[in-house]
């Protein structure tokens, strides 16, 4: 795997570095801002870039937009993008429209270093990956009350897997429930939340937007 890391904390930056070396994995450019990161993406064709949310020099957004425009590239690299904060609206739009694997998660999860190794390898098999916290601080949300009604406590909970990016078999064995169950719930959080059927993958990804929104229709997300 080749991977490109843009994070503006040298620590951090060459903790990562040494980290995934250790694991074989190719480090082909380690960068400190946003700005060159797409001539890189051009010139090394990474399977993954994994990226900072606020990077200089406004430590706003630059990183979400540097996300954005190597989406546009095409489906060859993956993302997955840290940051200190939950910050929902940005993986919404991260994932929203996403042509390859792309992922969302808080900084603390590196320092979990086979939940970040695990993150890395599912997005560059065109997984998403959403952080759990994003989806427990929408659960609690009043604007996303009337969604969270029309699902069984057992829905919301391999819903939330889902989010993280859990195939059924996953699912299976986080919960101990059959995979007769786990289909069976997948199967009515789509109906409940009327999600066009559009392809299982994407429909699952349509779920669990459509969920974080808070919307009872999704059907222009799928056009």
């Known amino acids: 795997m080749r991977v490109v890391i843009a994070e503006d904390s040298a620590l951090l930056r060459a903790g990562m570095a040494r980290l995934l070396s250790d694991e074989g994995i190719d480090v082909v450019a380690s960068l400190g801002d946003a700005t060159e990161v797409l001539e890189v993406v051009r010139e090394t064709r990474p399977h993954v870039v994994t990226m900072d949310v606020r990077m200089p020099p406004t430590?706003?957004?630059?990183?979400?937009?540097?996300?954005?425009?190597?989406?546009?590239?095409?489906?060859?690299?993956?993302?997955?993008?840290?940051?200190?904060?939950?910050?929902?609206?940005?993986?919404?739009?991260l994932v929203r429209d996403a042509p390859a694997g792309v992922g969302y998660l808080l900084k603390q999860r590196v320092g979990d270093f086979e939940e970040f190794l695990s993150a890395l390898h599912r997005v560059r098999r065109g997984e998403t990956v959403l952080d759990s916290d994003i989806f427990k601080q929408f659960i609690g949300s009043p604007r996303e009350k009337h969604a969270t009604e029309l699902l069984t406590p057992r829905e919301r909970q391999v819903l939330e897997l889902m989010a993280t990016g859990l195939t059924n078999s996953g699912i299976v064995n986080r919960l101990g429930i059959s995979e007769r169950a786990v289909e069976k719930h997948v199967t009515s959080i789509l109906s409940k939340l009327r999600i066009p059927s559009s392809g299982e993958d994407h429909r699952r990804v349509l779920a669990v937007l459509n969920y974080l929104r808070g919307r009872e229709k999704v059907q222009d997300l799928a056009e």
Not at 70 to 90: C, D, F, M, R
């Open 59 to 93: 430590f706003t957004d630059e990183g979400i937009r540097a996300a954005l425009e190597i989406q546009k590239l095409g489906p060859g690299t993956a993302v997955l993008l840290l940051s200190q904060y939950v910050e929902p609206t940005y993986a919404e739009e």
